[in-house]
């Protein structure tokens, strides 16, 4: 440990408290999904990328929260398979800092993506004859394009002025990545100016983003219940379902978070709520797509059978 007076350059990250046996278990555990997690999010990257029968706007998202969601995890996962296995490891100040960077900026980047595709099946099923004409794929590079560089901006406001502040006192902190909450506690210097800044740009794209998606949705349920027969009904919704699904397993562990901030006093309570949105949720995604979008299925059953 770091004396208190003295600058900190870097942590060391305590992971999970636990025996031995406890930790080989949970290594085991979060290996295999995050083995999955990768395996999946590859496949679907590299289906959609390959095969002209995705080649469709919904799918396009799909390709780019895949690649999200598996440098999302990656970020933070590999590290915590290894601070679990040697019980605790260490980080630099600038590896902590950049480890912070690329978790804010793919998680923001997510939520964007899931807003488009709410968009795209908004499109589809309430403005089914406009749609083609809409969501034509070169505007669709220009929405994605748009998320990359937006996520970037939101991201670098707050770690620019967190470099600003002085990191000192102790150097230990009880989690398995460099969390937002657990760095800021580490702070001498005031946290003002970068706690408000933070909530700002969260609020500024997490509340429209979220605004949007239940916009669209109610909007997608009141078109389905007019349509007249159950078949076309059930159709309808088959086509939003997968997406529907990904929203709650995203925003989730998200509103969880929210509703139970960092504390002191409640640290495994904290680190439950980030395992389920860092290793649980990027694993939802490609089970989801996989195994309830027909197109992907056909395809990889037939590169199963060759």
């Known amino acids: 440990m770091i004396p208190d007076n003295k600058t900190i350059t870097y942590f060391f990250l305590i992971g999970f408290q636990s025996n031995n046996s406890i930790n ?27 095969s002209h029968r995705l080649q469709y706007p919904m799918f396009y998202f799909l390709k780019h929260l895949s690649i999200s969601e598996l440098l999302f995890t990656t970020n933070i996962t590999p590290n915590m398979l290894y601070i679990i296995l040697k019980g605790g490891g260490f980080m630099s100040l600038a590896g902590c800092i950049i480890q912070l960077y690329i978790y804010t900026f793919f998680g923001t980047m997510e939520s964007l993506i899931l807003s488009l595709m709410s968009y795209d099946r908004y499109l589809a099923i309430c403005n089914p004859l406009r749609y083609a004409n809409m969501m034509n794929l070169q505007f669709c590079r220009r929405l994605v394009l748009s998320t990359w560089i937006l996520s970037s901006i939101s991201s670098l ?19 398995y990545f460099c969390d937002f909450a657990p760095l800021m506690d580490r702070a001498c210097s005031d946290t003002s100016i970068v ?9 500024l794209i997490v509340i429209p983003i979220f605004s949007l998606i239940i916009w669209t949705y ?17 159709k309808a919704f088959s086509t939003c379902s997968s997406h529907l699904a990904s929203v709650c397993s995203f925003y989730g562990p ?4 929210y509703l139970v901030p960092y504390r002191k006093d409640s640290l495994n309570v904290n680190k439950f709520v ?33």
């Open 24 to 50: 080989i278990l949970l290594f085991i555990i979060f290996l295999m999904t995050y083995l999955v997690t990768l395996t999946g999010d590859l496949v679907i990257s590299i289906l959609v990328t390959k």
């Open 157 to 175: 406001i707050t770690i620019i002025l967190f470099c600003q502040l002085k990191i000192c006192g102790s150097n230990v902190i009880d989690h």
């Open 195 to 203: 706690r408000v800044a933070a909530v700002g740009v969260s609020t």
């Open 218 to 234: 109610v909007r997608i349920f009141i078109t389905i219940l007019r349509i007249s027969s159950s078949v076309g009904r059930q």
């Open 254 to 257: 998200l509103i969880i978070i």
């Open 274 to 306: 980030s395992i389920l949105y860092t290793v649980v949720t990027p694993l939802f995604n490609p089970l989801i797509y996989s195994f309830r979008n027909e197109e992907i299925r056909c395809i990889l059953w037939k590169l199963m059978k060759k």
